[in-house]
């Protein structure tokens, strides 16, 4: 298996311009997790989706993120505008919908996206 | 609220010493635990959980973590470290959902 994939591995940009990352879960896993690393605040869980299905946006920084799944195999995060401390380095992670059984992992995750906002 | 909380964001051990990181929690009910690595420039991998059963859980690379419910505690141990080792260390609960809460982290220094 590929594992979580993630596009672009870097992303340099100026402020305003909109950025779109992307991920590609593990085949079968049904849940998609979006986080976010910087120093200053650690990993944030920013939105999740259940089946394609948003479950929890909560963590969604304000109206210039959005999060979409159009199908079971992609999503993509989008930011616009986007400003300089947007920069982070973002992760995508995926599921399976057994949590300690079977599949011993609870979350598998992508390498990530270094994205920095000039 | 489940949360967890590693106290220390830096351990430094000499090749060859046994190492700790350090990993409390605050949960109603029990909880299910968890301790990931990660390396530079690369997403997180899991290395251990705690779901039911014996407190002390063994993992991937030779780590184990002793589960502590008096003491409210999961700390990640190893009994020889090697300077692979050296990494940035998640601690993560379960917070229902198939969610997890992450820890702040703790970068492990192994010198040699």
């Known amino acids: 298996d590929a594992g979580v994939i993630q596009s672009p591995r870097h992303e340099v940009t100026e402020m305003g311009q909109e950025v779109t990352l992307r991920c590609k879960p593990i085949?079968?896993?049904?849940?998609l997790f979006w986080y976010r690393q910087t120093m200053m605040r650690g990993l944030e869980l920013l939105i999740y989706?259940?089946?394609?299905?948003?479950?929890?946006d909560s963590g969604m920084p304000e109206d210039r993120f959005s999060a979409k799944m159009p199908n079971a195999s992609f999503s993509t995060l989008k930011i616009q505008p986007s400003e300089p401390r947007d920069s982070a380095v973002y992760f995508c992670?995926?599921?399976?919908?057994?949590?300690?059984?079977?599949?011993?992992?609870?979350?598998?995750f992508g390498d990530g996206t270094r994205l920095s906002i000039l | 609220a489940q949360s967890v909380a590693q106290p220390e964001d830096q351990v430094n051990v000499a090749e060859g010493n046994p190492l700790t990181v350090k990993c409390t929690y605050s949960?109603?009910?029990?909880?299910?635990l968890f301790w990931y690595v990660q390396y530079p420039n690369r997403g997180l991998q899991f290395l251990l959980k705690?779901?039911?059963?014996?407190?002390l859980v063994k993992g991937s690379y030779g780590f184990e973590a002793e589960f502590n419910k008096s003491q409210t505690s999961f700390h990640l141990k190893k009994p020889s470290a090697l300077v692979s080792d050296s990494a940035l260390y998640f601690c993560?609960?379960?917070?229902?959902?198939?969610?997890?809460?992450f820890g702040s982290g703790t970068r492990l220094q192994v010198q040699p």
């Open positions: 989706f259940n089946n394609n299905v948003p479950i929890d």
């Open positions: 992670a995926s599921s399976s919908n057994e949590l300690g059984t079977g599949d011993n992992q609870p979350q598998h």
């Open positions: 949960v109603s009910g029990n909880p299910y």
């Open positions: 705690y779901i039911t059963g014996d407190n």
């Open positions: 085949s079968g896993h049904d849940y």
């Open positions: 993560a609960i379960y917070t229902g959902r198939r969610a997890l809460t």
